[in-house]
C-alpha cells in the first residue's frame, strides 16, 4: 500500500517498525483495538504520515470518525512535502459522509479522483454521495466510471440500476406535474416515491400540495407520518 522507505535504522525508527507491522497484522484478523495501540505506539516513535493514514482506517472500522479525520488530515499535512496523499483523501471523505457532512465528504472525493483519475472506488463513494442527496444524474455518472474500472463489483451495479429506476420514476411524475401542475396524483405519487427513497422533506412538500388539490390520501398520508 505505502511505497515509502524507512529513513533511516535508529532503534526508535526499528521499534516503530516492530509495532507498525504487528499493527497490520491485528488490522488482517480485526483487532482494531489492538492495532490501533499499537499503531500508537509506532506514532510516538517516528511521525509518518502513513502510520496516521491507516491509524485512521482503524478508527473508521470503529466508527470513530471524528478522530478518523483528524488522523487523515494529520496524513495529509505530513506528506505535503513529497506531493498530495491519495489514500487519505478517500479514507477523511468516507468518514466526513459517515458524519453527514455530504458537501465536505464530496470535496474529498474530488481531491482523490483529481490526484488518481482511475480511483473506482472514489468514484463508488461520490456516487453514493449523490443518490443520498437524491441527484441521481451524477450518482450515475459516478456509478457508470465506477463500473468501467472496476466491473467485477456487483454492489456498484446494483446501486446504479438503483439510481436509474428512481431517476426515471421521479423524471415521470416530474413530466406529469409540468404537463398539468394541478396533477393531485402526480404529487401524491411523486411524494410516495421521495419517501420512501428517504426525501422526507421532499415528501412533505408534495403531499402538502396534493392534499391543497384534494387528494384524500394525502391527507391520510400527512397524518400518518408527520403528526
Not at 18 to 34: Q, S
Not at 85 to 104: H, I, M, N, Q
Not at 114 to 135: F, H, N, P, T
Not at 187 to 205: I, V
Request: glycine share 4%.
Amino acid at each position: 500500500r505505502h511505497t515509502r522507505y524507512w529513513r533511516d535504522w535508529s532503534s526508535d525508527v526499528c521499534s516503530s517498525d516492530l509495532y507498525f507491522n504487528r499493527a497490520r497484522t491485528k488490522v488482517k484478523i480485526n483487532d482494531y483495538n489492538g492495532a490501533y495501540d499499537d499503531y500508537s505506539s509506532a506514532i510516538k516513535l517516528t511521525n509518518y504520515d502513513f502510520i496516521y493514514d491507516e491509524r485512521g482506517d482503524v478508527l473508521f472500522e470503529m466508527n470513530d470518525f471524528s478522530n478518523a479525520i483528524l488522523d487523515y488530515s494529520k496524513a495529509i499535512n505530513l506528506h505535503k512535502d513529497i506531493g498530495e496523499y491519495t489514500l487519505a483523501y478517500f479514507g477523511r471523505g468516507k468518514s466526513k459522509y459517515k458524519l453527514g457532512k455530504s458537501k465536505e465528504a464530496i470535496e474529498d472525493f474530488n481531491k482523490a479522483i483529481e490526484l488518481k483519475s482511475d480511483y473506482a472506488s472514489a468514484y463508488k463513494q461520490r456516487g453514493i454521495v449523490y443518490k443520498d442527496q437524491y441527484d441521481y444524474e451524477k450518482a450515475i455518472v459516478d456509478f457508470d466510471k465506477a463500473i468501467e474500472l472496476d466491473p467485477k463489483d456487483e454492489e456498484i451495479v446494483k446501486m446504479r440500476n438503483s439510481a436509474n429506476v428512481a431517476l426515471i420514476t421521479l423524471s415521470f411524475f416530474n413530466k406529469k406535474i409540468k404537463e398539468d401542475p394541478q396533477n393531485a396524483s402526480a404529487y401524491f405519487y411523486r411524494g410516495e416515491h421521495k419517501w420512501n427513497r428517504g426525501d422526507k422533506s421532499g415528501a412533505y412538500e408534495d403531499w402538502q400540495k396534493a392534499a391543497e388539490l384534494g387528494h384524500t390520501r394525502a391527507d391520510e398520508a400527512l397524518n400518518q407520518n408527520f403528526k
